[in-house]
């Protein structure tokens, strides 16, 4: 059973720059995640894929969006990045559709905007 | 508002003390709680959730519904203990909704 893996795992970016992370979900789970964390927070909720539609939107502006493919990998895309967009961003998977759903999180890709 | 609330960023034990994790929740529904921990360099790794009602690793932590409280509780501390925790709860699908985290630094 492969975990979740994301790419890359560090990068750093111009202010006014677009960015796309990557994620791969752990295998069999068809529902993807995704959570930003700055530093000394917890993570918190951007968005959420289940079977290639958005089904769930935390308090983020429209400049972050998604994307789930059939393979139920994700992308994370970010425009216009301001300074304030450094953090780390989590990708996490789960199978919904069952009781009981855990969630499975990769280890993050570090993003810097200067 | 849905909020978790950890009111501790950083708890200092001694090997085989006993440890205390408080989280407090605000939510108007039912919802499903959590105790998420991240060890050095590792990733965030899901530790207990209240449904299951199980002890891992010696961690326990009750619902408390009226108290609206999750705290997580272990009789005696390792210093394998040492990391980062945070408490979540989902309300819908499988959001999370984390709180601040609570480093935990377990000295012999």
């Known amino acids: 059973e492969t975990g979740v893996t994301q790419s890359p795992t560090h990068l750093i970016k111009t202010r006014g720059q677009q960015v796309t992370l990557r994620c791969s979900s752990q295998?069999?789970?068809?529902?993807v995640s995704w959570y930003q964390q700055a530093l000394g927070q917890g993570p918190q909720f951007i968005f959420q894929?289940?079977?290639?539609?958005?089904?769930g939107r935390g308090n983020f502006p429209p400049r972050f969006s998604g994307l789930q493919f059939p393979n139920y990998s994700s992308e994370l895309n970010v425009n216009a990045l301001e300074l304030d967009d450094s953090a780390l961003y989590l990708c996490?998977?789960?199978?919904?559709?069952?009781?009981?759903?855990?969630?499975?999180f990769g280890e993050g890709s570090w993003l810097t905007v200067v | 508002a849905q909020r978790v609330t950890q009111p501790e960023k950083l708890l200092s034990v001694f090997k085989g003390a006993p440890v205390e994790l408080k989280c407090n929740y605000s939510?108007?529904?039912?919802?499903?709680l959590f105790w998420y921990v991240q060890y050095s360099r590792q990733r965030l790794q899901l530790l207990l959730r209240?449904?299951s009602r199980e002890s891992i690793k010696g961690f326990t932590a009750d619902l408390n519904k009226g108290e609206t409280s999750f705290h997580l509780k272990k009789p005696f501390a390792q210093e394998e203990d040492s990391a980062m925790y945070y408490c979540?709860?989902?309300?819908?699908?499988?959001?999370?909704?984390f709180g601040k985290g609570t480093t935990l630094s377990v000295s012999s």
């Open positions: 996490a998977s789960s199978l919904q559709g069952l009781g009981g759903n855990t969630i499975y």
């Open positions: 939510y108007s529904g039912s919802p499903e």
């Open positions: 979540a709860l989902s309300g819908t699908g499988t959001a999370l909704i």
């Open positions: 209240h449904i």
């Open positions: 295998s069999g789970h068809n529902t």
């Open positions: 894929y289940y079977r290639e539609e958005e089904n």
